[in-house]
């Protein structure tokens, strides 16, 4: 069964360097998301894209965030400056019209 | 703003029992999700509901609009249950997911 690939499984990264977090969604998806889950806390969304654009985001994405889907298979998000408290785990999500959403096993982001 | 409420916490279950775990929320929505996530942290998407009750193997869904809550049953339950099972909302119009604190199933063999 096709799934939506994380890369990498674990990134370590100094306070205020750049991230990118990749993700392969499932090929025929047109909608992708990204969520966040500090430990010990619930899954929190932070953007939804769809056509070439984000549809929706949450009060968390600020400007330090930005998502790109490059090349047409893969979906990234960019953290621009990390700070301490952008330690998570991140999903990213994709489905098709009407269907669930199929999430990747995520990516723990440690700031040190 | 969806308040999703999820009890109980936590619960432990001797193998064979039939569980149970509540979602409740608080504005009208689109659709519910049951999301199961195990210790190594992936999440699996169980069932996505806007009516009514799905069945899927030994696990039950059902939803009532009007209350404004869902449940998620177990039926046979077996220590390969043992994962935080989340509910999740998407309200009208939106693509966002609310996600609930989840619940913390643990089944004894």
């Known amino acids: 069964e096709p799934e939506v690939t994380q890369t990498p499984s674990h990134q370590v990264t100094q306070m205020g360097q750049e991230v990118i977090l990749r993700c392969v969604p499932i090929s025929n998806h047109l909608y992708f998301y990204w969520y966040r889950q500090i430990l010990g806390q619930k899954v929190e969304f932070l953007v939804s894209?769809?056509?070439?654009?984000?549809?929706?985001k949450s009060e968390i994405f600020d400007d330090q965030f930005s998502v790109e889907r490059p090349d047409g298979s893969n979906f990234t998000l960019k953290i621009r400056s990390t700070k301490l408290e952008d330690s998570a785990m991140y999903f990213c999500?994709?489905?098709?019209?009407?269907?669930?959403?199929?999430f990747g096993d995520g990516t723990r982001l440690s700031i040190l | 703003k969806n308040e999703v409420e999820q009890s109980p916490q936590n619960l432990t279950a001797q193998e064979g029992e039939f569980i149970t775990i509540n979602c409740s929320y608080s504005v009208g929505i689109s659709a519910l999700h049951w999301l199961q996530q195990h210790p190594g942290g992936g999440i699996v998407s169980l069932f996505m509901l806007s009516s009514g009750k799905k069945k899927h193997g030994r696990l039950i869904a059902t939803i009532n609009i009007q209350e404004k809550h869902s449940s998620l049953h177990i039926t046979a339950s077996h220590p390969r249950d043992s994962a935080v099972y989340i509910c999740?909302?998407?309200?009208?119009?939106?693509?966002?997911?609310?996600f609930g604190t989840g619940t913390r199933l643990t089944i004894i063999p």
């Open positions: 999740a909302v998407r309200n009208f119009g939106n693509e966002k997911l609310t």
């Open positions: 999500a994709s489905r098709r019209v009407g269907q669930p959403q199929h």
């Open positions: 894209f769809y056509n070439n654009e984000i549809s929706e």
